[in-house]
Protein backbone atom coordinates (compact mmCIF):
# COMPACT_ATOMS: atom_id res chain seq x y z
CA UNK A 1 0.00 0.00 0.00
CA UNK A 2 1.68 3.58 -0.92
CA UNK A 3 1.98 6.41 1.43
CA UNK A 4 -0.93 8.48 0.40
CA UNK A 5 -3.26 5.32 0.38
CA UNK A 6 -2.22 4.54 4.02
CA UNK A 7 -2.27 8.31 5.27
CA UNK A 8 -5.94 8.81 3.62
CA UNK A 9 -7.59 5.86 4.83
CA UNK A 10 -9.75 6.46 7.94
CA UNK A 11 -9.22 5.24 11.54
CA UNK A 12 -11.71 3.24 14.06
CA UNK A 13 -13.04 7.25 15.18
CA UNK A 14 -13.79 8.07 11.88
CA UNK A 15 -10.58 10.64 11.03
CA UNK A 16 -8.28 9.93 8.75
CA UNK A 17 -5.22 8.05 9.33
CA UNK A 18 -3.04 11.08 8.13
CA UNK A 19 -5.03 13.41 10.77
CA UNK A 20 -4.51 11.24 13.56
CA UNK A 21 -0.95 11.28 12.68
CA UNK A 22 -0.40 14.58 12.23
CA UNK A 23 -2.05 15.54 15.80
CA UNK A 24 0.66 13.30 17.26
CA UNK A 25 3.45 14.60 15.43
CA UNK A 26 2.42 18.33 16.38
CA UNK A 27 2.06 17.34 19.93
CA UNK A 28 5.22 15.77 20.21
CA UNK A 29 7.05 18.26 18.36
CA UNK A 30 5.50 20.88 20.54
CA UNK A 31 6.60 19.31 23.85
CA UNK A 32 10.28 19.22 22.38
CA UNK A 33 10.01 22.76 21.33
CA UNK A 34 8.53 23.51 25.02
CA UNK A 35 10.82 21.74 26.64
CA UNK A 36 13.91 23.30 25.13
CA UNK A 37 13.17 26.35 25.25
CA UNK A 38 12.55 26.20 28.96
CA UNK A 39 15.62 25.45 28.79
CA UNK A 40 17.15 28.71 27.39
CA UNK A 41 16.70 30.88 30.65
CA UNK A 42 17.03 30.81 34.36
CA UNK A 43 13.56 30.05 35.85
CA UNK A 44 14.88 32.34 38.87
CA UNK A 45 13.49 29.23 41.13
CA UNK A 46 10.24 29.37 40.26
CA UNK A 47 8.51 26.22 39.63
CA UNK A 48 6.25 25.56 36.92
CA UNK A 49 2.91 26.04 38.48
CA UNK A 50 4.28 29.47 39.71
CA UNK A 51 5.46 30.30 35.66
CA UNK A 52 2.18 29.50 34.78
CA UNK A 53 -0.35 31.47 37.21
CA UNK A 54 2.21 34.39 36.40
CA UNK A 55 1.90 33.95 32.41
CA UNK A 56 -1.50 33.39 33.06
CA UNK A 57 -1.93 36.88 34.64
CA UNK A 58 0.16 38.22 32.20
CA UNK A 59 -2.09 36.84 29.70
CA UNK A 60 -5.20 37.63 30.95
CA UNK A 61 -4.88 40.25 33.05
CA UNK A 62 -6.57 40.73 36.81
CA UNK A 63 -7.98 37.86 38.08
CA UNK A 64 -9.23 36.33 42.04
CA UNK A 65 -7.47 33.13 43.06
CA UNK A 66 -10.69 31.39 42.44
CA UNK A 67 -10.83 32.54 38.91
CA UNK A 68 -7.17 31.59 38.65
CA UNK A 69 -7.52 28.45 39.97
CA UNK A 70 -10.91 27.13 37.36
CA UNK A 71 -8.49 28.65 34.54
CA UNK A 72 -5.35 26.37 36.13
CA UNK A 73 -7.63 23.41 37.04
CA UNK A 74 -6.21 23.00 40.16
CA UNK A 75 -7.48 23.58 43.89
CA UNK A 76 -8.10 26.87 45.39
CA UNK A 77 -5.43 26.85 48.11
CA UNK A 78 -2.60 25.52 45.71
CA UNK A 79 -3.08 28.61 43.90
CA UNK A 80 -3.33 30.88 47.25
CA UNK A 81 -0.14 29.30 48.04
CA UNK A 82 1.32 30.12 44.52
CA UNK A 83 0.30 33.24 44.72
CA UNK A 84 1.45 34.07 48.16
CA UNK A 85 5.26 32.68 46.77
CA UNK A 86 4.94 35.31 43.59
CA UNK A 87 3.87 37.87 45.92
CA UNK A 88 7.36 37.52 48.10
CA UNK A 89 9.23 38.05 45.30
CA UNK A 90 7.79 40.92 44.05
CA UNK A 91 6.15 39.12 40.85
CA UNK A 92 2.62 40.10 41.28
CA UNK A 93 0.18 41.97 44.02
CA UNK A 94 -2.86 42.27 45.54
CA UNK A 95 -5.93 45.22 45.34
CA UNK A 96 -9.61 44.59 46.65
CA UNK A 97 -11.97 43.81 43.79
CA UNK A 98 -14.21 46.78 43.13
CA UNK A 99 -16.90 45.14 42.34
CA UNK A 100 -16.68 42.93 45.88
CA UNK A 101 -15.01 44.23 48.42
CA UNK A 102 -14.84 40.46 50.14
CA UNK A 103 -12.71 39.60 46.82
CA UNK A 104 -8.64 40.45 46.35
CA UNK A 105 -7.60 40.52 42.41
CA UNK A 106 -4.15 39.33 41.86
CA UNK A 107 -2.26 41.38 39.34
CA UNK A 108 1.22 41.28 37.80
CA UNK A 109 3.69 43.96 38.67
CA UNK A 110 6.60 46.03 37.05
CA UNK A 111 9.40 43.63 38.47
CA UNK A 112 6.62 40.20 36.77
CA UNK A 113 6.36 41.94 33.64
CA UNK A 114 9.96 42.07 33.17
CA UNK A 115 10.80 39.10 34.65
CA UNK A 116 8.15 37.63 31.78
CA UNK A 117 9.76 39.50 29.06
CA UNK A 118 13.39 38.61 30.12
CA UNK A 119 12.29 34.64 30.12
CA UNK A 120 10.27 35.19 26.18
CA UNK A 121 13.19 37.28 24.98
CA UNK A 122 15.99 34.61 26.11
CA UNK A 123 13.62 31.62 24.07
CA UNK A 124 12.67 33.77 21.12
CA UNK A 125 16.64 34.55 20.94
CA UNK A 126 17.38 30.86 21.22
CA UNK A 127 14.52 30.15 18.33
CA UNK A 128 15.94 32.90 16.32
CA UNK A 129 19.63 31.74 15.99
CA UNK A 130 18.33 28.11 15.65
CA UNK A 131 16.22 28.62 12.67
CA UNK A 132 18.93 31.01 11.68
CA UNK A 133 21.54 28.28 11.95
CA UNK A 134 19.12 25.27 10.76
CA UNK A 135 16.61 25.84 8.05
CA UNK A 136 17.22 27.31 4.88
CA UNK A 137 15.17 30.45 3.78
CA UNK A 138 12.90 28.22 1.94
CA UNK A 139 12.35 25.71 5.06
CA UNK A 140 11.78 28.91 7.03
CA UNK A 141 9.20 29.92 4.66
CA UNK A 142 7.40 26.76 4.66
CA UNK A 143 7.41 27.09 8.68
CA UNK A 144 5.59 30.56 8.59
CA UNK A 145 2.89 28.78 6.17
CA UNK A 146 2.88 25.88 8.93
CA UNK A 147 2.17 29.06 11.41
CA UNK A 148 -0.78 30.24 9.65
CA UNK A 149 -2.74 26.75 9.67
CA UNK A 150 -1.54 25.87 13.26
CA UNK A 151 -3.33 29.92 14.03
CA UNK A 152 -6.65 28.48 11.87
CA UNK A 153 -6.93 25.32 14.11
CA UNK A 154 -6.81 26.89 17.17
CA UNK A 155 -8.91 29.41 16.03
CA UNK A 156 -11.49 26.44 15.29
Known sequence: ???????????????SES????????????SRLRRRMRETYDPGDLTPTQTSVLSRLDKDGEASVSDLA????????????TVGVLAERGLVARRPDPGDGRRQLVFVTGQGHAFLEDRRRAGEGWLTRALEDECTEEERRTLLAATALLERIVRA
Do not use: K, L, N
Open 70 to 81: AAERVRHQSVAA
Open 1 to 15: MDEVTRTTRATADGV
Open 19 to 30: AARAAREVRVVF
